[in-house]
């Protein structure tokens, strides 16, 4: 009888010893899940992402619940193994049995589970929440209990129970994910996302090309000229001034000019009367915005003016998108390698056309703009 016994209470020492590796599992993998991707999976449809999500819900009661259940487990065990202990070795048992308990709890229901649930979080958590959840609902009396002196004891030192964790990710975290990402998403894919997060603290005045870059038309100059300067150049848009670049009139697409001289007369006015209207943008206006507002005016070439509406420069959405993607073959002005020389004393030789901005992407340097 006294062997039965003994096995049966072994036995049940053993499942305890299991269930308290279930629980000190569950509260690391629970509190351990990436919550972005919690969300993920739960707007997939996971279901154990969705319970795993309504217990994190109310972390107090999930913790709640995890704790009465292992400590539960943990004392009955702890009775159970002293009753042990007695039969085989008398009083001096009890010592023996704190020692040993103590031991293959920290190691089998304490470190190696939590330590595994670290590791593999959903692997844990989202099975684990299956049970977890009726059991909530199982010892909700008790777990009420223990919060209702818990929140008060928390109130007491100062602490607010019932206000909401801020969850919003910002703008500098957003990137540190993107970096984290490894290999999960290409370098080229890190560095677009990363320069349209950085959008916002680029102004137009930073990417425009320099009025004195501009190439335009003065309408003022005769018809062959016009004709020419078009011909010869590389842009598909340029605008149109007269007598000075301050006082631009419109912006001539190439495609038109080309119905326009392929009448029998052309003449300057067929010319200006194929010219858009001049679109006008402040220096000031941040790359995020003004990427939205070429998209609304359907444009793809804007004149920037400072404050007194004199012309500071042009400004394309192909410049725009180069800071998203990198340059593309052609551009108005770009800062090509001619422009920074390195000298053999470590130094560098930049051409004083070069932007700071242009000077801290060829470089990596950080300096201020």
């Known amino acids: 009888m006294n062997e039965t016994s003994l096995t049966w ?34 707007k997939q449809g996971h279901k154990g992402a969705n319970k795993a999500s309504d217990l994190l819900d ?25 009753v042990i202990a007695i039969r085989l070795w008398g009083d001096a048992g009890i010592a023996i049995a704190t020692a040993l308990l103590t031991l293959t709890i920290l190691i089998f229901a304490e470190i190696t589970p939590k330590t595994f649930a670290a590791y593999h979080p959903e692997k844990i958590a989202f099975p684990a929440a299956h049970i977890l959840k009726p059991l909530l609902k199982l010892l909700y009396p008790a777990v009420w209990s223990v ?22 990710i910002t703008r500098e975290e957003l990137k540190t994910l993107v970096h984290e990402a490894g290999n999960k998403i290409p370098r080229s894919h890190q560095d677009m996302l990363i320069s349209i997060l950085d959008l916002e603290k680029v102004t137009v005045n ?31 848009r340029l605008p149109v001034y007269k007598g000075d ?18 009448h029998a007369e052309p003449n300057k006015a067929a010319l200006l009367q194929a010219c858009r209207e001049p679109y006008f943008i402040p220096e000031s206006t941040p790359l995020n915005h003004q990427l939205l507002q070429f998209q609304k005016a359907k444009r793809r070439i804007g004149i920037v003016v400072d404050e007194y509406g004199d012309v500071q420069g042009l400004a394309t959405m192909e410049d725009i998108l180069e800071e998203i993607v990198g340059e593309f073959t052609t551009d108005y002005s770009t800062t090509s390698s001619s422009d920074i020389t390195a000298q053999e004393d470590s130094s560098f030789l930049i051409d004083g056309s070069a932007t700071i901005r242009a000077i801290n992407k060829a470089l990596k340097w950080s300096l201020p703009t």
Not at 61 to 74: A, E, H, P, R, T
Not at 153 to 166: F, M, P, R, V
Not at 217 to 232: F, G, K, P, V, Y
């Open 58 to 82: 109310r972390t107090d009661q999930l913790i709640s619940v995890i704790l009465i259940g292992n400590n539960f487990v943990n004392i009955l065990a702890s009775s159970i193994a002293t």
């Open 206 to 236: 930073d990417i425009m090309i320099p009025k004195n870059e501009v190439i335009g038309l003065d309408i003022e100059d005769n018809l062959d000229d016009l004709i020419e300067q078009a011909r010869s150049s590389q842009h598909t």
């Open 245 to 262: 670049i301050n006082n631009i009139i419109g912006v001539l697409h190439l495609r038109n000019m080309t119905k326009v001289l392929s």
């Open 147 to 168: 919060n209702l002196v818990t929140n008060n004891l928390l109130k007491i030192l100062g602490i607010n129970t019932s206000a909401q964790t801020e969850n919003h």
């Open 9 to 42: 209470l072994f036995g049940s020492l053993g499942v305890l010893i299991m269930l308290s590796g279930f629980f000190s599992s569950s509260e690391t993998g629970m509190l351990s899940l990436n919550k972005y991707r919690l969300k993920h999976l739960k």
